[in-house]
């Protein structure tokens, strides 16, 4: 028996335009959803926080949704490549570095964020993130230690801390308060206090590089017995300021 196989129906050239258009963007959102866009990836000094000093691999994620007055990482706003997931941790995995930050920018602004904590903390990294604390961080991975600002009226975006934050916090996170001035130290204190920080986490106290004099900050923490580490950025005393440190 013979079978006739009835013509295929044309595909109309606009109709064909439009399967491929669809494909295309299917394509870039199953690529969107695997990859994250990175400012730079390279290995330093902690520089801060009571990892300060310990040799690490900093992961800088692009893009951050606040815009703080004293901000030493616009560079980070734009820009970047995108690179998967596997990639990332390839090219963390070069540095041989037991610690990991990942940084930003605001690293949270990126959904897939989430997913790289998880697999560097599965691959063995002790990890850490620096968070502006205006994004929701309940669903971070346990086992990473959260370094979370609470932004200072100096900063200008103290409107966007995100209190409920401060609930999902554990004794091996960290609270940091940037300070520009007496305002923001007064204000930090009464923070302290409202919120009893102290009975959640070690609390950092940064002054502002060339703003705020770390000799006159750690006078008033003195003065006032506070409860809080004075840290000053050690990476910008040994190389300034600048992409890469
Ligand atoms: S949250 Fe951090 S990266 Fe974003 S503007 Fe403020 S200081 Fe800069």
């Not at 109309?12 to 295309?24: D, E, I, K, L, T």
């Amino acid at each position: 028996m013979t079978r006739t196989l009835s013509p295929a129906a044309p595909v109309s050239p606009a109709r064909f335009g439009h399967v491929q258009s669809s494909q295309a963007e299917k394509a870039e959102k199953e690529d969107k959803a695997e990859n994250l866009r990175i400012s730079e990836i390279f290995f330093s000094l902690q520089g801060e926080t009571s990892r300060a000093g310990l040799p690490t691999v900093f992961v800088r994620l692009t893009g951050c949704p606040l815009r703080c007055g004293y901000c030493d990482t616009e560079y980070a706003f734009y820009g970047g490549k995108r690179l998967s997931i596997a990639a990332i941790l390839a090219e963390v995995g070069n540095y041989a570095a037991r610690y990991v930050t990942v940084t930003g920018g605001e690293p949270l602004a990126q959904k897939e964020c989430l997913t790289l904590l998880k697999e560097l903390c599965d691959t063995g990294y002790s990890v850490s993130l620096e968070t502006s604390g205006a994004l929701d961080v309940s669903l971070v991975d346990a086992r990473v230690s959260k370094i979370l600002d609470i932004k200072t009226p100096g900063s200008g975006e103290a409107k966007k801390n995100r209190w409920s934050n401060l609930h999902r916090l554990t004794q091996h996170d960290e609270v940091k308060f940037v300070l520009c001035d007496e305002i923001d130290y007064r204000w930090a204190v009464e923070a302290i206090r409202e919120h009893q920080l102290d009975l959640i986490c070690p609390i950092l106290f940064s002054p502002v590089h060339g703003r705020l004099d770390p000799a006159a900050l750690a006078a008033w923490v003195l003065r006032d017995h506070l409860p809080v580490r004075v840290q000053i950025q050690l990476h910008k005393i040994l190389w300034g300021e600048g992409p890469g440190r």
